[in-house]
């Protein structure tokens, strides 16, 4: 294979790649949510509902203010280290969760976990953008997202994989994967060549203060605006992550068992249809319009506003599996949309700190929704629905207030 061909093909192998870890990294974090009550009979704190939205909100609350320095670091570092570093040390947090005998020291390891996972996506998304900078851009990035779908969609099975061997022996095995992955990448993933493309859009170290990175991407209006609509849909993104099985587990009177595969693996796969026509649609509309972009992510809200009431209210299969299904398809047209968008507004140098900035406050909204969702557990259904008017307020505002000048800022 001549070097054209292989310079072709890798940005595809590098997508490959790293649709490994995304999935890697969901399964590490989700199969928590649905394990609950396995490790409720060793652990007794666990049976309390509101201990359980902490334990799983500590991942969140850690994430969220180390994510922008995760940002910075994958600017100025080599981002294959970064990642191969991030995908190692969560695994091993994974493999050590297994030997946890107290609640104090399951907080303390997802606390850990929330820093080592926290460097990865903006790592991640800041290498793919570099590699598809043409119009390929939103499918390449989807086709990763995809692995976070599946990752979430194989978490849902925690309750099954501790119920057949136990939860203990679940965390060592996953865990296990991820270091033996991580010498994968070691060997197969390459940083994007700085020589490809132009010092000042490389994503790379510019030797501009990290001060005044921040002060440009603050002062940029637009990204105000992308700001609020990523976390507006965050809080509803983490809700269905952390609390979906346990609403429809009560209001369909299953067991989890059945519950986690049906809030996982519904979402999973239509947040998959969603980023298969999310984003070549996105691609091939921006060709013609600036805010195609725009207007394929705004398709993919509008179908989230009904799919959150009907999960919230609905109390049958045929409800509960549509809600997911309509909910899921509109997340993956959001979802693969929101770093192209992003590079329309802000420059390659400072994209990953941009989107850190947006993972911490998109994580914060979904902490404070798990927790919130902890508190009132016996009204999970109400607070879904209510969450719809949030994504209302989100839609007008980005039709209103997003107008690109070009799909890839320099």
Same mark, same amino acid.
């Given at each position: 294979?001549? /070097?054209?061909?292989? @310079?072709?093909?890798?940005?595809?192998?590098?997508?490959?790649?790293?649709?490994?870890?995304?999935?890697?990294?969901?399964? =590490?974090?989700?199969?928590?949510?649905?394990?609950?009550?396995?490790?409720?009979? =060793?652990?007794?704190?666990?049976? =309390?509902?509101?201990?359980?939205?902490?334990?799983?909100?500590?991942?969140?609350?850690?994430?969220?203010?180390?994510?922008?320095?995760?940002?910075?670091? $994958?600017?100025?570092?080599?981002?294959?280290?970064? !990642?191969?570093?991030?995908?190692?040390?969560?695994?091993?947090?994974?493999?050590?969760?297994?030997?946890?005998?107290?609640?104090?020291?399951?907080?303390?390891?997802?606390?850990?976990?929330?820093?080592?996972?926290?460097?990865?996506?903006? %790592?991640?998304?800041?290498?793919?953008?570099?590699?598809?900078?043409?119009? +390929?851009?939103?499918?390449?990035?989807?086709?990763?997202?995809?692995?976070?779908?599946?990752?979430?969609?194989?978490?849902?099975?925690?309750?099954?994989?501790?119920?057949?061997?136990?939860?203990?022996?679940?965390?060592?095995?996953?865990?296990?994967?991820?270091?033996?992955?991580?010498?994968?990448?070691?060997? $197969?993933?390459?940083?994007? *060549?700085?020589?490809?493309?132009?010092?000042?859009?490389?994503?790379?170290?510019?030797?501009?203060?990290?001060?005044?990175?921040?002060?440009?991407? &603050?002062? @940029?209006?637009? #990204?105000?605006?992308?700001? #609020? &609509? #990523?976390?507006?849909?965050?809080?509803?993104?983490?809700? %269905?992550?952390?609390?979906?099985?346990?609403?429809?587990?009560?209001?369909? $009177?299953?067991?989890?068992?059945?519950?986690?595969?049906?809030?996982?693996?519904?979402?999973? &796969?239509?947040? #998959?249809?969603?980023?298969? !026509?999310?984003?070549?649609?996105? =691609? /091939?509309?921006? /060709?013609?319009?600036?805010?195609? /972009?725009?207007?394929?992510? +705004?398709?993919?809200?509008?179908? !989230?506003?009904?799919?959150?009431?009907?999960?919230?209210?609905?109390?049958?299969?045929?409800?509960?599996?549509?809600?997911?299904?309509?909910?899921?398809?509109?997340?993956?047209?959001?979802?693969?949309?929101?770093? *192209? !968008?992003?590079?329309?507004?802000? *420059?390659?140098?400072?994209?990953?700190?941009?989107?850190?900035?947006?993972?911490?406050?998109?994580?914060?909204?979904?902490? +404070?929704?798990?927790?919130?969702?902890?508190?009132?557990?016996? @009204?999970?259904?109400?607070? &879904?629905?209510?969450?719809?008017?949030?994504?209302?307020?989100?839609?007008?505002?980005?039709?209103?207030?997003?107008? *690109?000048a070009t799909d890839n800022m320099e």
């Amino acid at each position: 294979m001549n /070097r054209t061909q292989t @310079n072709r093909i890798y940005p595809w192998v590098v997508v490959a790649l790293l649709w490994v870890v995304a999935l890697l990294s969901y399964m =590490d974090r989700q199969m928590l949510a649905t394990m609950c009550d396995a490790m409720a009979l =060793d652990i007794a704190e666990l049976r =309390d509902k509101q201990n359980f939205g902490f334990l799983m909100a500590c991942f969140l609350y850690v994430y969220a203010p180390v994510s922008p320095f995760a940002g910075v670091l $994958a600017d100025r570092i080599n981002r294959k280290w970064l !990642i191969v570093t991030s995908l190692g040390v969560w695994s091993a947090v994974t493999l050590m969760m297994g030997y946890a005998t107290t609640f104090e020291e399951l907080c303390w390891l997802r606390g850990l976990m929330g820093v080592s996972e926290v460097i990865y996506i903006p %790592t991640a998304l800041s290498l793919i953008a570099d590699y598809f900078s043409g119009s +390929a851009r939103s499918l390449a990035i989807g086709i990763h997202m995809t692995g976070l779908y599946v990752g979430q969609a194989v978490g849902g099975f925690g309750a099954m994989a501790a119920s057949s061997l136990s939860w203990q022996q679940t965390f060592h095995w996953c865990g296990v994967a991820g270091i033996v992955y991580a010498l994968v990448l070691v060997a $197969a993933l390459r940083e994007k *060549p700085r020589t490809d493309i132009a010092p000042e859009a490389a994503g790379k170290p510019s030797g501009e203060p990290v001060w005044r990175s921040f002060s440009l991407i &603050f002062s @940029n209006v637009a #990204f105000w605006t992308i700001l #609020f &609509f #990523f976390a507006s849909l965050s809080a509803p993104g983490w809700a %269905t992550k952390n609390w979906l099985p346990e609403l429809f587990s009560s209001s369909l $009177a299953i067991p989890m068992e059945k519950a986690g595969p049906i809030a996982t693996i519904t979402i999973a &796969f239509a947040s #998959f249809l969603g980023v298969m !026509i999310g984003g070549p649609m996105s =691609d /091939r509309w921006v /060709r013609r319009n600036l805010r195609g /972009r725009i207007y394929t992510s +705004a398709i993919g809200l509008a179908l !989230i506003i009904p799919a959150l009431v009907l999960m919230g209210l609905g109390h049958s299969m045929a409800a509960a599996v549509g809600a997911g299904l309509c909910f899921g398809i509109g997340y993956g047209m959001f979802d693969t949309n929101n770093m *192209p !968008i992003l590079c329309q507004f802000v *420059p390659a140098r400072q994209r990953a700190t941009a989107y850190g900035v947006m993972n911490m406050v998109g994580v914060l909204a979904g902490a +404070a929704v798990t927790n919130l969702l902890g508190r009132w557990a016996d @009204n999970l259904g109400l607070v &879904f629905a209510m969450m719809s008017g949030i994504v209302v307020l989100s839609l007008a505002l980005q039709l209103a207030l997003l107008r *690109p000048a070009t799909d890839n800022m320099e």
